[in-house]
């Protein structure tokens, strides 16, 4: 059987964040936090404010995606009195004062954050926060879930450095859990890259579900395969009468996060697109040419899957030609 674990292994090296991409977001990012810093110091009297990083940067699970614009998520925390918080809009109205001028490009007021631009193909996405200022105790990020500003929802709890700390359990002596999570995102942004109109699921859910059903193996091929068989088997209603659902593991997990991906168009090309990756990865594993293989995979995760280098052993190939120039002279003689 074709085995491709290492070329998994470079694959994983070409997607995932190098290191001066990570030192650009962190400088722009301090940037960002001191812009706010100053604000807080100059106008809020009643409000304090902190900084917790989320998201895949955290967890250190960020792929290279095809369209090379690059992000970082800053939890931007508000600390004040009850009877102090204020509006959704007027919390947004803040961050986005404090860094409007932080770069050329005006900056965005998105539902659940203030997206800062750079030209440099990435942007600063800054989630805002409201947490009571408990004066007797001094919050850990560990106490009660903190508010997100959400602009169509209002002040809703949600506790991404939880989350964190969930995942960092669920990875903890597990490196190739991180690639697997890295290979679905990579699945994700080709399939998307294909067809724009393309609905796939959120990072956070590829994550959640990689976690919930990883299946380890000495390779990388393998255990990518019988982690998508296990999602599919949890997942696909079609075919195993389960919940298409997906669950938070950590604040409101009443909250399917597949909901918004289940619009009939959406939820068949999610399932259709997971069943013909497993029908592949069952095919390329059993395979013997490598070169062929490679292709089996390529075809899911792009051009960026490494299959130039990819080699089939000759002994194995004279071995099957010579199998099958034996298997026509014996053919030959019986006829």
Not at 157 to 176: C, G, M, T, V
Request: glycine share 2%.
């Amino acid at each position: 059987m074709a085995d491709l674990h290492s070329t998994f292994i470079d694959f994983n090296d070409c997607i995932k964040q190098n290191s001066s991409k990570k030192k650009q977001l962190k400088t722009s990012r301090n940037s960002v936090r001191t812009d706010i810093r100053k604000y807080f110091n100059d106008n809020r009297d009643k409000h304090t404010v902190s900084f917790k990083g989320q998201g895949s940067y955290m967890m250190n699970t960020t792929i290279e995606p095809i369209s090379k614009e690059f992000d970082i998520d800053d939890g931007v925390y508000i600390f004040g009195k009850e009877e102090d918080r204020p509006s959704v809009q007027t919390a947004h109205n803040w961050i986005y004062d404090a860094v409007k001028d932080r770069t050329s490009s005006e900056p965005l007021d998105k539902n659940t954050c203030v997206r800062v631009r750079y030209k440099n193909d990435y942007h600063v996405d800054l989630p805002i926060y409201y947490v009571f200022d408990r004066s007797e105790n001094q919050y850990t990020f560990l106490d009660e879930p903190p508010l997100l500003a959400h602009k169509s929802k209002g002040w809703i709890e949600s506790d991404p450095y939880k989350f964190k700390l969930w995942f960092d359990e669920q990875a903890k002596d597990k490196p190739q859990l991180k690639r697997i999570v890295r290979y679905l995102k990579a699945w994700s942004d080709k399939k998307q890259e294909d067809n724009n109109s393309l609905r796939f699921p959120s990072g956070i859910v590829f994550t959640i579900l990689a976690s919930e059903n990883y299946h380890s193996d000495e390779r990388d091929d393998v255990s990518l395969l019988e982690t998508l068989k296990a999602i599919q088997n949890k997942i696909d209603d079609k075919k195993f009468f389960t919940s298409y659902s997906c669950y938070r593991p950590t604040t409101d997990t009443s909250e399917n996060l597949l909901e918004k991906y289940s619009a009939s168009t959406t939820k068949s090309n999610f399932l259709d697109a997971l069943d013909n990756f497993i029908i592949s990865g069952d095919q390329a594993i059993e395979l013997e040419s490598k070169k062929d293989a490679c292709a089996k995979w390529q075809k899911h995760l792009g051009d960026r899957f490494p299959c130039s280098n990819v080699t089939d052993d000759e002994s194995k190939s004279s071995a099957k030609k010579f199998s099958q120039v034996e298997s026509i002279l014996i053919d030959n003689r019986s006829a």
